[in-house]
């Protein structure tokens, strides 16, 4: 049986709750990622999963820092609504960068609130702020081909597709 080590293609179920005990997405979720420092899993969760194979299961609680990162307040603006499109609507989302940065770093932003003639939107991850506990068994391990290695994320059934 393959171990799970760097430049292997992991597929995993898992599931994902909150703090609270609350199912976050749906219960059994599956996801196949490429191993060894590529961004396609919470770190944490990747350390944690080196020297695996499949049928094995681990867990791990993740502090926010680990997850979806603290809360911001200074990614929360209002803008007017003028600079919106007119069916500018609570949940819709728009990039944009975040007020006083000098980097490129382009943030999605979520309409939480429309009041009169202001639109409300937050850059934070729904997630930020929050502790997760994350769970999975590990379903498949196998060595990944050159042009993921090369693309730097798993191809196929719960990867990445061009």
């Known amino acids: 049986m393959l171990l799970i080590a760097k430049d292997t293609v992991v597929t995993l179920s898992y599931d994902l709750t909150d703090s609270d005990g609350q199912q976050i997405g749906d219960a059994n979720s599956q996801l196949s990622y490429l191993h060894g420092g590529y961004g396609g899993i919470f770190p944490l969760v990747e350390d944690g999963l080196t020297g695996k194979t499949s049928g094995q299961d681990f867990a791990v609680s993740l502090d ?13 603006r209002i803008e007017p609504k003028s600079v919106f499109p007119s069916n500018v609507e609570v949940g819709m989302q728009f990039e944009g960068l975040p007020q006083g940065e000098d980097d490129d770093r382009w943030v999605v932003y979520t309409v939480t609130d429309i009041a009169e003639d202001k639109v409300v939107i937050d850059g934070n991850h729904p997630l930020a702020g929050e502790r997760l506990l994350f769970k999975c068994v590990v379903q498949d391990v196998r060595a990944a081909t050159a042009d993921e290695i090369t693309h730097g994320h798993a191809h196929g059934d719960h990867g990445h597709h061009h």
């Open 64 to 76: 926010p820092a680990d997850a979806f990162g603290d809360y911001d307040e200074n990614l929360i």
